[in-house]
């Protein structure tokens, strides 16, 4: 399975990457993240497919 994982915001800062392949300086933040399939919200029952594109997002506030 070919799967394109993009980050974006702090995601992206802590990685030093916009596309993730092993990244362990962001362990911290997984439980927090935003997650979307092809341009939508996920949501945990949802299954991947060949050649999915996959989006982490950090949490959004407002200040």
């Known amino acids: 399975m070919n799967l394109t ?13 916009s596309q993730l392949a092993q990244k362990p300086s962001l362990e911290p933040s997984i439980k927090s993240i ?21 989006a982490l997002f950090p949490p959004v506030s407002e200040g």
């Open 5 to 17: 994982v993009k980050l974006f915001a702090t995601l992206k800062n802590k990685a030093q990457a």
């Open 34 to 54: 935003l997650v979307a399939f092809n341009h939508e919200f996920a949501f945990p029952d949802q299954i991947l497919s060949p050649q999915d594109e996959i």
